[in-house]
């Protein structure tokens, strides 16, 4: 059992053992509901420790020392409450969590020099209202793999009521999303014949970005919250929703949740219900109160609606973001920003599935922990624009943590005079996700539109092992280096950094690094097909048990079977 020091004004703090079980640890936590920061330390020496996991937008895992410390921030708005710190074999040293998926929480994990110790810390932000604040903090020593410990939180959290949201099969399509292939330039014809090329390629979905809702096309947020569609760019929305219905596709509209612009209708409907003052021609609505819940919410059922609507992309939950000098007036029904933000969560869920079971909502990181995933059927990573690594890597971080919910990757771009093998590195760094695609596919030379015909029904002919199974991957210190997964007797594996690969059952090997050869330990006899990242078969053949080095183009894939062809 280890022992906690609770740093606290308050007599009545207290922690209490639950359990002790083959290297699990739980214990209640319990404090007055003061507004307090507490703080718990606890130590274990510093033995296989050799980077940290987190759920920070950063993908940080140095160790560092314990005047820096390595820390995660949670609450509903941002991040989880896991904290991982493993060993260079790639097992768990300790995990860290803690049930509360609303409170402001901070883990920090440091090194103490002097002792060779490592410095454990949950800081508690405790909520000021009646009664006693409880939760439960979970400590995993297990010597099992890190993202077996990882995933064991996800399982505790669905265990203690954080069950994930019910997710429709058309959230596990491919979607096509305007974003980066648009902006705010949108006009009625182009997005038709957008979708058409769309639905060609195999995505079911389009995802109508910013821009709908403003005849303007500078960015920013100003004309947010009155949420009407630009009829000169955008057409009839119902009308065009209808037209995207007759392709047999879906349709999203984006919204953000949080902005109400400085020019729009609105504004001073809300006047004294902001958090903090204007920034860059934008007020934060402030949801502790139930007239600004009630808008935002009846604003999202009516166009679901009246446009008939498959779905709402809601960002900038995590924006809801306490002033300095937070104000707490009599007129908030819910003075605690992060049950206001939850109730807010909850009421636009609860409202739009009674609409439409089928309805898809999804969510950005940072807002993608156990709260979240019960208001949210689709976690999309945060924005990364062209960056292949970091979308990598916020996909893995939420297959980890999101048990059911369907993890979507930013919206893919890339220069349209890129190579083409270094295009489709856009695609594979997100192969364990659902991809979200967002270039003028009209645009795209006849390379890039092959890569991207392949791809897809390469992903759509392996969507079971993409993203229907559990993952395992492989050094989260070298951003993933390669990530695998099995079912079915088959093996898929993506080699990202590391290209090597074991062949023991049918196995399908994507080179997703920079080499043109990957090293195979073929444990049985297998016949091959090689292909580039256009899908033009390369090569074929068989090979015999042993180690061998198979040339396989950059982007390429190879495909082993027992049988031949």
Same mark, same amino acid.
């Given at each position: 059992m280890y022992k906690f020091e609770i740093i606290s004004k308050a007599a009545d703090a207290a922690l209490e053992i639950l359990k002790e079980d083959n290297g699990i640890y739980e214990y209640k936590f319990m404090h007055p509901a003061n507004g307090e920061d507490v703080t718990l330390i606890t130590h274990i020496k510093c033995i296989n420790c050799f980077t940290v996991w987190n759920h920070t937008v950063d993908f940080d895992r140095q160790l560092y020392p314990e005047w820096y410390s390595s820390k995660c921030i949670s609450s509903v708005l941002k991040g989880l409450p896991c904290h991982t710190v493993s060993g260079q074999d790639g097992k768990n040293t300790? /995990?860290?969590?803690?049930?509360?998926?609303? %409170?402001? =929480?901070?883990?920090?994990?440091?090194?103490?020099?002097?002792?060779? /110790?490592? /410095?454990?810390?949950?800081?508690? !932000?405790?909520?000021?209202?009646?009664? &006693?604040? #409880?939760?439960?903090?979970?400590?995993?020593?297990?010597?099992?793999?890190?993202?077996d410990a990882v995933y064991d939180v996800s399982q505790w959290w669905n265990d203690l009521g954080y069950v994930c949201a019910y997710v429709p099969e058309s959230a596990k399509n491919? &979607?096509? $999303?305007?974003?980066?292939?648009? !902006?705010?330039?949108?006009t009625h014809e182009e997005i038709i014949e957008e979708c058409k090329f769309a639905k060609k390629l195999g995505m079911d979905t389009i995802i109508l970005d910013d821009g709908w809702q403003t005849e303007d096309?500078?960015?920013?947020?100003?004309?947010?919250?009155?949420? #009407?569609?630009?009829? $000169?760019?955008?057409?009839? &929305?119902? @009308?065009?929703? !209808?037209?995207?219905h007759s392709m047999d596709m879906k349709i999203m509209l984006w919204y953000n949740i949080a902005f109400m612009g400085k020019y729009t209708k609105m504004v001073e409907e809300f006047k004294g219900m902001y958090i903090g003052d204007m920034v860059r021609e934008r007020y934060t609505l402030d949801p502790r109160y139930a007239k600004v819940r009630t808008y935002l919410t009846d604003l999202f059922c009516d166009a679901v609606v009246k446009w008939n609507l498959d779905g709402l992309k809601i960002d900038f939950v995590d924006s809801f973001i306490r002033a300095d000098e937070d104000v707490i007036t009599s007129e908030m029904d819910y003075p605690v920003l992060e049950d206001a933000v939850e109730e807010l969560l909850k009421g636009i869920k609860?409202?739009?599935? @009674? =609409?439409?079971?089928?309805?898809?909502? @999804?969510?950005?990181? %940072?807002?993608?922990?156990?709260?979240a995933r019960q208001y949210g059927n689709i976690f999309r990573v945060a924005d990364c624009p062209d960056d292949a690594i970091r979308n990598r890597i916020g996909v893995v971080d939420l297959r980890l943590t999101s048990d059911e919910t369907a993890i979507h990757s930013d919206m893919l771009m890339w220069n349209y005079d890129e190579d083409v093998a270094l295009a489709a590195k856009q695609i594979i760094n997100v192969l364990f996700s659902v991809p979200q695609i967002s270039v003028r596919i009209e645009r795209l030379s006849n390379e890039h539109y092959r890569m991207l015909e392949y791809y897809l029904k390469f992903w759509k002919e392996y969507k079971d092992l993409f993203i229907n199974t559990k993952i395992i991957p492989v050094c989260p210190e070298a951003n993933y280096s390669k990530v695998i997964a099995e079912k079915d007797n088959k093996t898929m594996c993506v080699c990202y950094q590391d290209n090597t690969a074991?062949?023991?059952? #049918?196995?399908? =090997?994507?080179?997703?690094?920079?080499?043109? @050869?990957?090293?195979?330990?073929?444990?049985?006899?297998?016949?091959?097909?090689?292909? %580039?990242? &256009?899908?033009?078969?390369?090569?074929?053949?068989?090979?015999?048990?042993?180690? !061998?080095?198979?040339?396989?183009p950059v982007s390429g894939t190879i495909v082993f079977t027992l049988e031949g062809k």
């Open positions: 300790l /995990t860290i969590a803690v049930a509360d998926g609303k %409170n402001r =929480i901070e883990i920090k994990t440091g090194v103490h020099e002097e002792e060779a /110790t490592l /410095t454990c810390k949950i800081l508690f !932000h405790i909520p000021n209202k009646d009664g &006693m604040y #409880e939760t439960i903090i979970r400590l995993d020593t297990r010597n099992i793999p890190f993202y491919p &979607m096509y $999303s305007s974003w980066y292939s648009f !902006h705010q330039n949108l096309v500078k960015r920013g947020y100003a004309y947010c919250g009155d949420w #009407e569609s630009a009829y $000169s760019k955008v057409g009839d &929305m119902k @009308e065009l929703v !209808h037209k995207i609860n409202r739009l599935t @009674e =609409i439409n079971p089928e309805i898809l909502i @999804e969510f950005r990181q %940072n807002y993608v922990g156990p709260i074991d062949i023991l059952q #049918e196995t399908v =090997i994507v080179n997703g690094t920079s080499k043109k @050869e990957i090293y195979l330990n073929c444990k049985i006899d297998a016949y091959y097909i090689v292909r %580039n990242c &256009m899908g033009t078969v390369i090569k074929d053949g068989k090979l015999e048990k042993g180690i !061998h080095l198979l040339s396989v």
